[in-house]
């Protein structure tokens, strides 16, 4: 027991001397200025930038402590520190010192403060360091002897720890210049080991203008194979950071958004590298002043699953899934870059969705980033099997390679028109040369419009092909649907019948001013009623043929009661300048049943005032032109019966001019006319002729109350020009000059023949026949002046004088009566009749037409007689009419004769 005791006093006196030999062996050989010496040169030289320590202390159980470590920052880029640190500990082992070796296993660093800078130009301020190590990679050299004091160096470390360090990055690339930094640093490395794996881990804390967050990543790695695992996760980061680097590509300002990434990489020999992990994007919230997006954006979160494998050996990365769901849409996406580090770089990726609500995209998007027409519709459906194919290559762009969706069910219900709600079935594929749009229905009300065609080039030069067959059997239910507010003529129409369309378009649709498009329309009983004109209800059918330059008119038939219409003909440039050449056929129109149809204008009273129509001012048409002919074989107008109707019109330059109008009145009458009419002045010029045409149907055509006074056969000349189309305008500005012949006739209950037959005392003249009535007649300043001879076996009547447009009267009608009539007036007979027993009787009518005041011209009588004869005639007269005058009462004959005989000898 003694002798153990013994032994175990001596071993701790052998243990005690030992450690004070290597402790005063260490303070006395590895000096502070001694560790300096041996350290710095080899240091700098290796990373060519000047490296200051304050001290270096050496404890036997502590280690090593070199207080205040300072790199110098490259000189292009500032006088300060590239690197700091407040302490380097490094633990060594006891025994190597025995030998005078120091083998350090554990280096601890303290608050290390790096500092990064990017300068204008886009250089960093630690590029000559990686230049320096990679020049020394490469150079082919003899190795060096080390030097004799370096032999004492044995520097092997078997765990590295780093606490509470700080990197700083400074941008002044950008404008303004922009920082970033990690704060709370920390790393630890434990069992580092060229020959196995070993564990680290890593934290910093990110800065940000709410939560802080985070980065960690922890793992092995194994440096001789290369085989690594680790586990990056982050949490919290805001994204508002990094603005400044990416503002200038996107138009946003990011007002918010929070990143949460977590992942899992395996690497195995350095040669694969997997990756899976989760990436998840929220609390996003951006504006847009491009955009013009003055409301916060928010809801656009986004949230992605990931696996990722990458082949270093091939320079291949290959994206095995990716489910990402954004806006609520879910898309599988795959693919692969290839050469990703040369200039030979692909990309190829392809992106699948089962299933994608519209509904749900909407509601999720926000508001401010739809156009305004979008936010008012309600759209449903879904896209379905969509799949997207896109590859990249030096010699291409980015382009859609393969896709494909298919449509179902998408309706779209705008809410001002809600009672419209089509619905669209369909699909569309693409290929790295052309957008197939496959055959794709739309529906609406019982109405179908199939699309079929393709985009060409849509990437360089897209050009647009598109087939589209429409058919609308049941034209009411879709114009039921039609929103009243658009027009309040909507209500007042009602539209029944069919009708279909099929139409070719293609264009660039980099330029649309050069589409091509041709089709037809086909109408089928269309029937169109305007509620004020209900009894107007025509019927059309026919079909169009339309392209970008002129619309052909087969045949378009309209049926309206009894009367038929066909039009033919073209319609060439009908978007800019159009020309018409339309030719319209009837076998039968009854223009009285058409204008009955029209509500009629309610007379007024006298006691209603009069309010003056406005002139209808002149009409620019002159990018407008037509021509035609118009043939009718029978016609109805305010009883006129027509036949054969013709004329051809011609408008160009604002001039609409008629050529061969020419129409037969029953039984034998033609009425034939050509003139013209300009737009820009309201100027007409005409010439009519008329041939045995009945006055009376004539006449009231344009005078109904004076066509009852006239009977007979009219043969005319007529010559018409004047302004305006208001009636005060035409008879201020009417001029006319005519010739006629009216033969075989009679002017019957006219208030002149009644007035000259009651104050002749000639019964038969209240209705003048006459074998014939010629004359000139001509219109001029809303007066008519008339030069006309009445002839009839019995008397001759030659009116002269002015007619007024508003309906005075101002004639001269001289008057010869045969004795036949003559008879009945001895009076006239013995006093103003010729050798042949005709007397002429000079007669005046004043007044208006329909109260004329017929009187004798006594100026006109006194030249025909004798002053004796004057006399002695009238003592006879008197004579014999008034020798009884005492015993008899006068007779209401007498007087009038009295009184008319006294105002004749005047």
Same mark, same amino acid.
């Given at each position: 027991?003694?002798?153990?005791?013994?032994?175990?006093?001596?071993?701790?006196?052998?243990?005690?001397?030992?450690?004070?030999?290597?402790?005063?062996?260490?303070?006395?050989?590895?000096?502070?200025?001694?560790?300096?010496?041996?350290?710095?040169?080899?240091?700098?030289?290796?990373?060519?930038?000047?490296?200051?320590?304050?001290?270096?202390?050496?404890?036997?159980?502590?280690?090593?402590?070199?207080?205040?470590?300072?790199?110098?920052?490259?000189?292009?880029?500032?006088?300060?520190?590239?690197?700091?640190?407040?302490?380097?500990?490094?633990?060594?082992?006891?025994?190597?010192?025995?030998?005078?070796?120091?083998?350090?296993?554990?280096?601890?660093? !303290?608050?290390?403060?790096?500092?990064?800078?990017?300068?204008?130009?886009?250089?960093?301020?630690?590029?000559?360091?990686?230049?320096?190590?990679?020049?020394?990679?490469?150079?082919?050299?003899?190795?060096?002897?080390?030097?004799?004091?370096?032999?004492?160096?044995?520097?092997?470390?078997?765990?590295?720890?780093?606490?509470?360090?700080?990197?700083?990055?400074?941008?002044?690339?950008?404008?303004?210049?922009?920082?970033?930094?990690?704060?709370?640093?920390?790393?630890?490395?434990?069992?580092?080991?060229?020959?196995?794996?070993?564990?680290?881990?890593?934290?910093?804390?990110?800065?940000?203008?709410?939560?802080?967050?985070?980065?960690?990543?922890?793992?092995?790695?194994?440096?001789?194979?290369?085989?690594?695992?680790?586990?990056?996760?982050?949490? #919290?980061?805001?994204?508002?950071?990094?603005?400044?680097?990416?503002?200038?590509?996107?138009?946003?300002?990011?007002?918010?958004?929070?990143?949460?990434?977590?992942?899992?990489?395996?690497?195995?020999?350095?040669?694969?590298?997997?990756?899976?992990?989760?990436?998840?994007?929220?609390?996003?919230?951006?504006?847009?002043?491009?955009?013009?997006?003055?409301?916060?954006?928010?809801?656009?979160?986004?949230?992605?699953?990931?696996?990722?494998?990458?082949?270093?050996?091939?320079?291949?990365?290959?994206?095995?899934?990716?489910?990402?769901?954004?806006?609520?849409?879910?898309?599988?996406?795959?693919?692969?870059?290839?050469?990703?580090?040369?200039?030979?770089?692909?990309?190829?990726?392809?992106?699948?969705?089962?299933?994608?609500?519209?509904?749900?995209?909407?509601?999720?998007?926000?508001?401010?980033?739809?156009?305004?027409?979008?936010?008012?519709?309600?759209?449903?459906?879904?896209?379905?099997?969509?799949?997207?194919?896109?590859?990249?290559?030096?010699? %291409?762009?980015?382009?859609?390679?393969?896709?494909?969706?298919?449509?179902?069910?998408?309706?779209? =219900?705008?809410?001002?028109?809600?009672?419209?709600?089509?619905?669209?079935?369909?699909?569309?594929?693409?290929?790295?040369?052309?957008?197939?749009?496959?055959?794709?229905?739309?529906?609406?009300?019982?109405?179908?419009?199939?699309?079929?065609?393709?985009?060409?080039?849509?990437?360089?030069?897209?050009?647009?092909?598109?087939?589209?067959?429409?058919?609308?059997?049941?034209?009411?239910?879709?114009?039921?649907?039609?929103?009243?507010?658009?027009?309040?003529?909507?209500?007042?129409?009602?539209?029944?019948?069919?009708?279909?369309?099929?139409? #070719?378009?293609?264009?660039?649709?980099?330029?649309?001013?050069?589409?091509?498009?041709?089709?037809?329309?086909?109408?089928?009983?269309?029937?169109?009623?305007?509620?004020?004109?209900?009894?107007?209800?025509?019927?059309?059918?026919?079909?169009?043929?339309?392209?970008?330059?002129?619309?052909?008119?087969?045949?378009?038939?309209?049926?309206?009661?009894?009367?038929?219409?066909?039009?033919?003909?073209? !319609?060439?440039?009908?978007?800019?300048?159009?020309?018409?050449?339309?030719?319209?056929?009837?076998?039968?129109?009854?223009?009285?049943?058409?204008?009955?149809?029209?509500?009629?204008?309610?007379?007024?009273?006298?006691?209603?005032?009069? =309010?003056?129509?406005?002139?209808?001012?002149?009409?620019?048409?002159?990018?407008?032109?037509?021509?035609?002919?118009?043939?009718?074989?029978?016609?109805?107008?305010?009883?006129?019966?027509?036949?054969?109707?013709? !004329?051809?019109?011609?408008?160009?330059?604002?001039?609409?001019?008629?050529?061969?109008?020419?129409?037969?009145?029953?039984?034998?009458?033609?009425?034939?006319?050509?003139?013209?009419?300009?737009?820009?002045?309201?100027?007409?010029?005409?010439?009519?002729?008329?041939?045995?045409?009945?006055?009376?149907?004539?006449?009231?055509?344009?005078?109904?109350?004076?066509?009852?006074?006239?009977?007979?056969?009219?043969?005319?000349?007529?010559?018409?020009?004047?302004?305006?189309?208001?009636?005060?305008?035409?008879?201020?500005?009417? %001029?006319?000059?005519?010739?006629?012949?009216?033969?075989?006739?009679?002017?019957?209950?006219?208030?002149?023949?009644?007035?000259?037959?009651?104050?002749?005392?000639?019964?038969?003249?209240?209705?003048?026949?006459?074998?014939?009535?010629?004359?000139?007649?001509? !219109?001029?300043?809303?007066?008519?002046?008339?030069?006309?001879?009445?002839?009839?076996?019995?008397?001759?009547?030659?009116?002269?004088?002015?007619?007024?447009?508003?309906?005075?009267?101002?004639?001269?009608?001289?008057?010869?009566?045969?004795?036949?009539?003559?008879?009945?007036?001895?009076?006239?007979?013995?006093?103003?009749?010729?050798?042949?027993?005709?007397?002429?009787?000079?007669?005046?009518?004043?007044?208006?037409?329909?109260?004329?005041?017929?009187?004798?011209?006594?100026?006109?009588?006194?030249?025909? =007689?004798?002053?004796?004869?004057?006399?002695?005639?009238?003592?006879?007269?008197?004579?014999?009419?008034?020798?009884?005058?005492?015993?008899?009462?006068?007779?209401?004959?007498?007087?009038?004769?009295?009184?008319?005989?006294?105002?004749?000898?005047?």
């Amino acid at each position: 027991m003694k002798k153990g005791l013994k032994i175990f006093g001596i071993l701790c006196l052998i243990f005690f001397i030992a450690i004070f030999s290597i402790t005063f062996f260490a303070k006395k050989y590895f000096t502070s200025d001694k560790i300096k010496e041996l350290i710095l040169p080899y240091a700098e030289q290796s990373i060519g930038r000047k490296i200051s320590i304050d001290s270096i202390d050496i404890h036997l159980f502590k280690g090593i402590e070199v207080n205040t470590i300072a790199i110098q920052d490259a000189r292009a880029f500032s006088s300060g520190s590239f690197l700091t640190a407040n302490k380097f500990i490094l633990k060594y082992s006891l025994w190597p010192l025995l030998k005078k070796q120091l083998m350090i296993h554990k280096l601890i660093i !303290v608050e290390p403060s790096i500092s990064l800078i990017r300068n204008e130009a886009g250089n960093y301020n630690f590029d000559d360091l990686l230049a320096n190590n990679s020049s020394k990679s490469k150079a082919k050299r003899e190795p060096e002897s080390p030097a004799p004091a370096s032999k004492a160096l044995l520097f092997t470390v078997s765990q590295i720890a780093l606490q509470k360090g700080t990197i700083t990055f400074l941008d002044k690339s950008i404008l303004p210049s922009r920082s970033l930094s990690l704060e709370e640093i920390n790393f630890e490395a434990k069992d580092i080991s060229l020959n196995a794996p070993f564990q680290f881990s890593l934290s910093a804390g990110i800065p940000a203008k709410q939560q802080k967050g985070t980065i960690s990543v922890t793992g092995h790695i194994n440096l001789v194979s290369k085989n690594m695992d680790l586990q990056l996760k982050i949490q #919290n980061m805001d994204l508002t950071l990094f603005e400044p680097f990416y503002k200038d590509a996107i138009p946003l300002q990011l007002l918010s958004a929070r990143l949460v990434f977590s992942t899992n990489v395996k690497s195995s020999q350095g040669k694969k590298i997997l990756s899976k992990g989760k990436i998840t994007i929220d609390q996003v919230s951006l504006l847009s002043e491009a955009l013009s997006i003055k409301k916060p954006i928010k809801n656009l979160d986004l949230i992605m699953d990931y696996t990722i494998q990458m082949d270093l050996t091939k320079k291949e990365i290959s994206i095995d899934q990716i489910n990402l769901t954004t806006l609520q849409v879910p898309l599988l996406i795959s693919g692969k870059i290839t050469n990703f580090d040369s200039a030979k770089r692909t990309l190829e990726f392809s992106a699948n969705s089962k299933k994608i609500d519209l509904h749900k995209i909407l509601k999720a998007i926000p508001s401010a980033l739809l156009p305004e027409i979008v936010k008012q519709m309600d759209i449903n459906g879904k896209l379905a099997d969509l799949k997207i194919h896109l590859k990249s290559s030096p010699d %291409h762009p980015l382009f859609a390679y393969q896709g494909k969706v298919n449509l179902q069910d998408i309706t779209a =219900t705008y809410k001002p028109y809600a009672s419209f709600v089509p619905t669209l079935n369909g699909s569309i594929e693409i290929t790295p040369q052309e957008i197939k749009i496959l055959p794709t229905k739309i529906s609406l009300l019982q109405s179908q419009i199939l699309l079929e065609g393709l985009i060409s080039d849509y990437l360089k030069k897209p050009f647009l092909t598109l087939q589209i067959d429409s058919t609308f059997p049941y034209l009411a239910n879709i114009y039921k649907a039609i929103p009243k507010q658009i027009s309040p003529m909507i209500e007042k129409i009602e539209i029944k019948g069919a009708t279909k369309l099929s139409a #070719n378009l293609a264009t660039n649709l980099k330029d649309l001013s050069k589409m091509k498009y041709a089709g037809t329309v086909e109408l089928q009983d269309l029937n169109v009623k305007y509620q004020p004109y209900s009894s107007l209800s025509p019927n059309i059918k026919g079909l169009i043929l339309f392209d970008e330059q002129k619309i052909t008119i087969e045949k378009l038939q309209t049926r309206i009661s009894q009367s038929d219409l066909s039009l033919k003909g073209t !319609v060439i440039d009908y978007l800019k300048n159009p020309s018409f050449q339309l030719d319209l056929q009837s076998t039968f129109l009854n223009v009285d049943e058409i204008l009955a149809s029209f509500p009629q204008k309610p007379q007024s009273s006298e006691d209603t005032p009069k =309010t003056k129509d406005k002139e209808i001012e002149p009409i620019d048409l002159k990018g407008l032109s037509a021509s035609g002919t118009i043939k009718i074989t029978k016609s109805l107008y305010k009883n006129l019966a027509l036949t054969d109707t013709s !004329v051809q019109y011609a408008l160009k330059n604002n001039l609409f001019e008629w050529k061969n109008f020419k129409t037969h009145i029953e039984p034998k009458g033609i009425i034939a006319t050509n003139g013209s009419f300009d737009f820009s002045s309201l100027k007409y010029i005409s010439s009519v002729q008329t041939d045995s045409v009945p006055v009376n149907k004539f006449l009231s055509l344009f005078y109904p109350k004076i066509g009852a006074v006239f009977t007979g056969k009219l043969s005319s000349s007529f010559q018409v020009s004047g302004t305006g189309l208001k009636k005060e305008e035409i008879q201020k500005n009417l %001029h006319l000059n005519s010739s006629f012949n009216l033969f075989d006739g009679k002017i019957q209950n006219t208030k002149i023949g009644e007035g000259i037959s009651s104050l002749l005392k000639i019964a038969r003249l209240s209705d003048l026949h006459f074998d014939s009535m010629k004359g000139k007649m001509e !219109v001029i300043k809303g007066k008519v002046k008339l030069a006309s001879r009445i002839v009839d076996k019995d008397y001759l009547i030659e009116p002269r004088g002015i007619i007024g447009l508003d309906g005075s009267l101002s004639l001269d009608l001289p008057t010869k009566i045969s004795p036949k009539i003559s008879g009945r007036n001895k009076m006239f007979s013995q006093y103003l009749a010729d050798d042949k027993g005709w007397i002429n009787i000079p007669l005046k009518a004043k007044g208006t037409v329909l109260k004329p005041k017929v009187s004798i011209d006594t100026k006109a009588v006194r030249k025909k =007689t004798e002053k004796k004869l004057k006399k002695k005639l009238k003592e006879k007269i008197l004579q014999e009419l008034f020798k009884e005058k005492e015993k008899t009462k006068e007779s209401p004959e007498k007087n009038l004769i009295k009184d008319t005989l006294k105002n004749l000898f005047k």
